[in-house]
């Protein structure tokens, strides 16, 4: 994930169990893939602006997902174990997707617009 400049959702696990957590991991990389997929057919439509903020909400939506994920190492690294279940691989599996899929609908959305540079308007 780049350096933009965007605020992620105020993300708290306090009182939450480890399947909420999880929940909460699938929810936030879900809606980033959605608005990376988004941006890609805006791009593709010459909707460049409203593509960029479809990459933007897809970064803010990754940077909530990745804080819960980044909660649950420092909490294994300081000795407190997470079940690993396959909810918990599940939820790992969609954040990691998303990321995947967030960079590559950045680079779509670059490429769509050098190639509406050379193409002939009508």
């Known amino acids: 994930m780049n350096n933009d400049e965007t605020t992620e959702h105020d ?12 929940f909460q991991i699938i929810l ?8 990376a997929m988004e941006a890609i057919e ?7 602006q ?4 479809e990459l933007s909400s897809a970064k803010k939506e990754l ?4 804080k819960i994920q980044t909660r649950i190492i420092n909490k294994e690294a300081a000795g407190e174990k997470t079940e690993m279940s396959v909810m ?15 960079d590559m609908a950045s680079e779509f959305v670059d490429l ?7 193409v002939p308007k009508s």
């Open 28 to 35: 936030y990389a879900g809606n980033a893939r959605s608005s």
């Open 63 to 66: 940077v909530s997902s990745h």
């Open 88 to 102: 918990m691989v599940h939820a790992q599996d969609h954040l990691m997707n998303a990321i995947t899929i967030r």
């Open 112 to 118: 769509y617009e050098r190639i509406d540079q050379f």
């Open 11 to 22: 993300v708290s696990m306090e009182g939450m169990d480890d399947t909420e957590i999880v």
């Open 50 to 53: 409203e593509a960029k903020e």
């Open 42 to 48: 805006l791009a593709k439509a010459g909707k460049f």
